[in-house]
């Protein structure tokens, strides 16, 4: 029960900057983990960036040193700034919440959000 509504999006030049955004609402209390996956068209949706609510990141290696992700635990958001976009960042990017299944299980159920497009052309 945790809904996700992503912003940002658009479509920017190579070398320009985008941040996204995600405002998570429903069972917020209960989130251990957001992040952002992107998927282009004809392939598989990965991993771009996560972090835990107690601030641990991981980045895809494509992205390290270019983007940046960030969480605000009390207004239950968490952005990706992109910077010096390249084209094959051109994706449709996902945001991701994960919660326990119930109080002390190491399961989570993952609750993405419709997802936003960032394109990157001259």
């Known amino acids: 029960q945790v809904q996700l509504v992503e912003s940002g999006g658009g479509s920017v030049r190579p070398g320009g900057s985008l941040r996204l955004s995600c405002a998570a609402s429903g069972s917020i209390g209960r989130i251990n983990k957001m992040g952002w996956y992107r998927q282009a068209p004809g392939k598989q949706r990965d991993l771009v960036a996560a972090?835990?609510?107690?601030?641990?990141?991981n980045y895809a290696d494509s992205v390290k040193g270019r983007f940046t992700i960030s969480r605000d635990n009390i207004k239950n958001t968490v952005s990706l700034q992109m910077n010096s976009l390249k084209p094959e960042d051109t994706a449709l990017y996902y945001c991701n919440a994960g919660v326990p299944l119930f109080s002390g299980s190491k399961s989570t159920y993952d609750y993405w959000g419709q997802g936003t497009q960032v394109t990157v052309s001259s």
């Open positions: 972090i835990t609510s107690g601030g641990s990141t």
